[in-house]
């Protein structure tokens, strides 16, 4: 019975996908929305009776195959589920906001021509989400990972005339195959040295991995496990947009505001965080990977958030506050906090969920305009907007007794238990990075909803509240915004991930920030005696004063600072980088092997050389015979004549 | 049922039989003409079915075996039989070639009997060398399948055909010559002095005696495949020829040089092979890297997809040149080097479908516009929204996407070389990079965008043919990415009993 469950989770929706993409033609527009997200619905409902199966009724983990997909050398490579806590609360995560997006599409795409194509597509990614996490193996995870991939670049490049949509789904796509690279690369080393890609298998041979080393110059040994995680790291640097492999996400809000709250917000950008948890057994024996981890996770999570800064796009603020959110993560991670990671994806998904999709009803309002200076006092024409974007900013910001709060006060608490050598450095950077988001958060929150009205008249005579299709969903991810939190005890100190995530002891940093836990009053009366909090209020109060009470302050910052602006607003030109450097090279490579190589040597040298040499022969030949074949037809008997010798004389030596 | 009847003659001649026939009917009837021979393709496909369902699964003996006397004087057999190796290609080509005529039901107009009649003979002919166990038997089809190649680049051609031919025949005839007199050497040095290629297995042949053979092969089969540098021909042959050509040349002829390394170079000279190992692969990864490069930067799609083909033929060398190394690296384990044949194995089958669809998808877009040229599309999916979906999909496969048939093969194989060598796997796995870079930016400025010329507005989407065509070739392309057992299955004990044959010494 659970196993039928359990398959009729992923497959609904990708029931909902092939309906909604290969049939949308005869199904119309009410019908690829109402099949899609009665699938998606269904997975959802079948989603709460597996938390409740494995989280309240304790049963045991599944860790069973479907089929076979493969043998090769006796080793059997399989497509399964692993169902323990980490997974129930993933495939929570994902049908609850891929439910919230799908409902809230009927409203955002309303007008759209390719209503069904985009039902399809989003079904597609949450069939594919939904293998990801439930994987029992390597082999189906980079299934997943890969095949959200395709539906990310199949919707960013959703308006598929705009230049700078399939541009950036273009570099997505590529940069995540970087990234991909270098994964499938550690799958391959597992594969190598532990014969096996069934997590089982392999985390049971984890310890003498970590002994074994593997050989990569000449007197250059590396030790296989961190080889491992950091190559798997590298795949999760790709997917989870870590620096320096962000630069795609951004350019992502080329797609519509739907699936840039469902993936490149809830859902497919944590697929990393998720990995790195779910391989906790191969992590934790690697500290030379941790640190790895920890520093690339406080340069995101402080670099990306100044970046949030200086946006006036709505959406790219947003997303900029995306890549900070998920630098946090990886810190966590970092610091073998896993629980703390996961709890943080979690609140993540529903605030970063809530705010995306509370942005794209700014855009539906304005009609599609989405730059801030253009908004201002939205305040009183769209209050539920408004209120829901209050709840889901406060909670970013780690404001008390908000979801964030709990979930961000946890990972900066663990780190700075961490005895790893990168941990204090990580600890200042999350500390600067909780002021970054508090005052570009709040500096989106006062310039769109309130100081004066920007828009000019013809937007704001028609500047209403959007349709309940879009409130609704707002409305249901602001409550787990506020509320999720409440349940951190359990999932961040408790034994909640004792089957999923192995924490060595020397490294269990939650259970020393456990120990002084003394019930969510203390939680949050302790949150007063450290500077997090403050910097946070700081944050806040900064914002008004600059864009409420002397907007003029920020434009003569901008002016004064203009080196360091214009530094910012080209992201650091690490896009140049990439652009001018390995974009331009890679084709400067191609054509010169092309026209140099082919052309050159081998055609013009080589092919067409002996041609020459061919024509000089036959002209010395042409007394013995004419005509163009007839020339072949004779060096061809010549030659076997002397090739023959030659092997007769070579043979005979 | 089938048991006593000659099965692999039949699916041989019955093409060929078929093509001739085709030749007498009259141009002025073009349906029938293209009726005839699709029923004959039809049937040929039909007769592999019991092929693969008959096929014992258990042996790695030669299965479905004919052996008549053809010329005596010479110990010369018309000696037929197939294994786990054999047996795919021939469903592979069976399969193809209906989906040609079918895709080019509307575009062959002109000469339509001798088009069908070259592609049905040209059927036969491959099954042919694919069933052969007599060499010259083998090296009789392997010539003469040649013929109707260069006819139909000759004939249908483009206007810089001659060239194309030309280049086309001085680079295989070079290969061929040497064969040949490597395959009469190995008779003489046969006790019974017969021409049998199990035969030449069996043979004890000293270090030169095997590095003159593995040479000798290596020419002919390098240019088939096509390894780098004797690639040159294959981009020129393709831009001039008609879409069916290329799809034959890219899905079927190209396996030839596969196919014959694994029924030549390996088992007769394995310690050959053992100790110039190094230099398939150095020129099999140049392959994937450095023509992966050159793919990025070019301007006419069908030489795109041609070196694109080139790169991911290197898998395939790769993959059948690695169980050396990683028998050393492991010092007497096996594991690993099954793989990395399979994994060769399976990215020729796969090559055959993604080619095909491919090089089937830019004769669609040439039919319409009459042009190969990347700069002249743009914004095809708004015309041709069904179309674009297939290339899409096509695209991605090509790229070695998890889910089709693209990802088995680079898959398999770059698990196995990570158990010969970390730099091998690194340089193999740029593929992910480069494949997915000329593969999506070909997609990008062709399929997407804004249209930028008024003709691909009016471009009309696909025909009732060519849709079956692309949509079969789309089934099979997920469902061997899906689930790719039922084809590994069939070939594991050959693998097998190929490995312990070639790991052991001659010398």
């Known amino acids: 019975m659970v196993e039928k469950i359990y398959l009729a989770i992923p497959l609904l929706p990708l029931f909902g996908a092939i309906a909604a993409g290969l049939f949308g033609r005869y199904i119309g527009r009410s019908g690829a929305h109402w099949i899609t997200i009665l699938s998606v619905l269904g997975s959802f409902v079948l989603s709460t009776i597996v938390i409740k199966h494995i989280i309240f009724d304790h049963a045991s983990v599944y860790n069973e195959a479907i089929y076979i997909w493969m043998i090769s050398d006796g080793i059997r490579f399989e497509i399964g589920f692993l169902i323990d806590e980490l997974t129930a609360l993933m495939i929570g995560i994902v049908t609850f906001v891929s439910l919230m997006v799908h409902i809230y599409t009927i409203g955002y795409m309303r007008d759209d021509p390719g209503y069904q194509r985009f039902f399809s597509y989003i079904a597609l990614f949450t069939f594919s989400m939904l293998m990801l996490v439930m994987s029992n193996n390597f082999l189906q995870l980079f299934f997943g990972w890969e095949a959200v991939g395709l539906a990310s670049y199949l919707l960013i490049g959703f308006w598929h005339q705009r230049e700078t949509a399939i541009l950036a789904n273009l570099k997505a796509f590529l940069i995540n195959r970087v990234g991909d690279f270098g994964f499938l690369l550690g799958i391959a080393v597992i594969f190598a040295y532990a014969n096996s890609l069934d997590y089982a298998e392999v985390f049971a041979k984890a310890e003498n991995l970590s002994l074994q080393t593997i050989n990569i110059f000449a007197g250059s040994e590396w030790n296989v496990i961190t080889m491992i995680c950091i190559l798997l790291f590298i795949g999760a640097m790709g997917k989870s947009a870590q620096f320096p492999l962000h630069v795609w996400l951004p350019d992502s809000m080329e797609g519509p505001t739907p699936i840039s709250a469902l993936i490149h917000a809830a859902t497919m950008v944590t697929a990393g965080i998720f990995m790195v948890a779910r391989m906790s057994p191969l992590y934790e024996l690697s500290e030379t990977a941790l640190n790895f981890i920890l520093m690339i996770g406080s340069i995101t999570a402080l670099f990306m958030g100044l970046l949030g800064l200086i946006q006036y796009d709505i959406k790219r603020v947003v997303a900029y506050s995306t890549l900070s959110q998920l630098g946090y993560m990886t810190v966590a991670l970092g610091a073998s906090a896993y629980g703390a990671a996961i709890f943080h994806l979690m609140t993540h998904a529903f605030f970063k969920a809530l705010l995306f999709l509370a942005a794209g009803s700014v855009i539906i309002a304005m009609h599609h305009e989405q730059d801030m200076r253009k908004m201002g006092g939205l305040k009183k024409y769209m209050p539920i907007t408004h209120w829901t974007s209050l709840i889901g900013c406060l909670a970013l910001i780690g404001f008390p007794l908000f979801s964030g709060f709990f979930s961000k006060d946890s990972i900066i608490g663990a780190v700075q238990y961490s005895d790893l050598s990168a941990a204090n450095t990580a600890y200042m950077a999350l500390l600067a990075g909780v002021f970054v988001t508090a005052l570009y958060s709040f500096r989106m929150y006062f310039m769109v909803f309130h100081t004066r009205d920007r828009m000019d008249e013809h937007t704001r005579e028609y500047l209403t509240e959007t349709s309940w299709v879009v409130t609704m969903p707002l409305v249901l991810l602001a409550i787990p915004s506020i509320f999720s939190g409440f349940i951190f005890e359990p999932i961040v100190f408790g034994e909640f991930f004792s089957r999923s995530i192995h924490v060595a002891d020397s490294h269990n940093v939650l259970n020393e920030l456990g120990s002084t836990f003394e019930g969510i009053q203390g939680f949050v009366m302790h949150a007063f005696s450290g500077p997090v909090t403050y910097l946070a209020f700081a944050g806040v109060g900064v914002a008004y004063w600059i864009y409420v009470i002397k907007p003029q302050f920020a434009v003569d910052m901008q002016h004064r600072f203009n080196l360091i602006y214009k530094f910012m607003d080209n992201k650091y030109y690490i896009d140049h980088l990439y652009i001018n450097v390995f974009s331009v090279a890679g084709r400067a490579i191609g054509k010169v092997l092309w026209k140099l190589g082919d052309n050159v040597v081998i055609d013009g040298f080589i092919v067409n050389g002996s041609a020459r040499a061919m024509g000089w022969l036959s002209n010395v030949l042409r007394h013995l015979q004419t005509g163009y074949l007839y020339h072949y037809a004779f060096a061809m008997i010549a030659g076997m004549i002397a090739l023959i010798s030659m092997f007769v004389i070579a043979v005979n030596i | ?507």
């Open chain 2, 1 to 507: 049922m089938l048991g006593s009847l000659p099965l692999l003659s039949l699916i041989i001649w019955l093409p060929i039989i078929g093509g001739l026939f085709t030749l007498t009917l009259s141009d002025h009837d073009s349906t029938g003409v293209k009726r005839t021979a699709f029923v004959f393709s039809l049937a040929t496909f039909f007769l592999t079915i019991p092929l693969y369902t008959d096929f014992n699964k258990l042996t790695a003996d030669m299965q479905f075996v004919e052996r008549l006397s053809w010329i005596e004087a010479f110990n010369i057999y018309y000696h037929l039989g197939i294994d786990g190796i054999s047996i795919l290609l021939i469903v592979l080509t069976a399969f193809i070639t209906p989906l040609i005529i079918i895709a080019g039901w509307k575009a062959i107009q002109i000469r339509c009997s001798q088009y069908m009649a070259a592609f049905l003979i040209m059927e036969g002919l491959m099954i042919g060398v694919f069933s052969a166990l007599d060499s010259i038997l083998f090296f009789v089809f392997w010539e003469a399948m040649l013929i109707p190649m260069f006819l139909i680049i000759g004939v249908w051609g483009g206007p810089n055909r001659i060239y194309a031919t030309i280049k086309f025949f001085l680079y295989t005839f070079l290969g061929s010559v040497l064969m040949l007199i490597a395959l009469i050497y190995m008779r003489y040095q046969s006790d019974t002095d017969s021409f049998a290629i199990l035969d030449f297995h069996m043979l004890r042949l000293n270090l030169v005696e095997q590095s003159l053979i593995f040479f000798a092969f290596l020419l002919a089969f390098a240019v088939k495949v096509p390894m780098w540098p004797v690639h040159t021909w294959l981009p020129d042959a393709h831009v001039e020829a008609p879409t069916g050509g290329s799809v034959i040349l890219a899905a079927i002829m190209l396996k030839i040089g596969g196919y014959g390394f694994l029924r030549f170079s390996l088992p007769i000279a394995p310690d050959a092979s053992m100790r110039f190992d190094w230099l398939i692969i150095v020129m099999s990864l140049t392959a994937v890297v450095y023509i992966g490069f050159v793919a990025i930067v070019q301007e006419d799609m069908k030489k795109l997809i041609a070196y694109s083909s080139i790169a991911h033929m290197g898998f395939v060398t790769l993959g059948f040149f690695l169980p050396f190394g990683i028998h050393t690296t492991l010092s007497g384990e096996l594991s690993g080097s099954a793989m990395a044949i399979e994994g060769g194995m399976i990215q020729m089958i796969s090559h055959g479908f993604i080619s095909a669809a491919l090089f089937l998808c830019i004769g669609v877009m040439y039919d319409r516009l009459h042009s190969r040229q990347i700069k002249d599309y743009g914004g095809v999916v708004v015309s041709m929204p069904v179309f674009s979906s297939f290339m899409v999909l096509f695209a991605m496969a090509n790229s070695g996407l998890p889910g089709t048939s693209g990802f088995v093969g680079e898959f398999m194989v770059i698990l196995a070389s990570m158990k010969s060598n970390f730099w091998i796997a690194l340089l193999a796995s740029t593929t992910l990079i480069l494949g997915a870079a000329y593969s999506l930016w070909l997609v990008k400025r062709v399929i997407f965008g804004e249209i930028r010329n008024s003709e691909v507005a009016e471009m009309k989407d696909l025909g009732i043919h060519e849709f079956t065509a692309l949509g079969l070739l789309a089934a099979v392309v997920l469902l061997f990415g899906i689930w790719p057992d039922p084809l590994i299955e069939v070939m594991h004990p050959t693998i097998d009993n190929l490995l312990q044959h070639i790991f052991i010494s001659k010398l």
